[in-house]
């Protein structure tokens, strides 16, 4: 039968999590952020505006290099 794969969360084409839209549960469920992270995304897209860029993530101040490595493929911002 083969390997047992994990079914996927997202498809393909819409993979990515939108920084502007996505709720704390679906910024919580990405490698390199943790809830306090999550806050800190939600709360910076209220306070100074939606992301134009994900690299926004790390000029913001939210989150350090290591952890926008891991996550920088699976977010996205118009």
């Known amino acids: 039968e083969g390997a047992i794969r994990p079914l996927p ?3 393909p084409t819409s993979g ?3 920084l502007n ?3 704390l549960a679906q910024l919580i469920e990405l490698p390199g952020i943790a809830e ?3 806050q800190r995304i939600i709360e910076s897209r209220q306070r100074v505006g939606p992301f134009q860029r994900v ?5 913001r ?6 952890n926008f490595e891991l996550v920088k493929d699976r ?4």
């Open 9 to 11: 969360t997202r498809s």
């Open 61 to 66: 101040g939210i989150m350090n290099a290591q």
């Open 16 to 18: 990515r999590v939108n």
């Open 36 to 38: 306090l992270t999550a």
């Open 55 to 59: 690299e926004e993530l790390r000029e």
């Open 75 to 78: 977010v996205t911002a118009p």
């Open 21 to 23: 839209t996505a709720t």
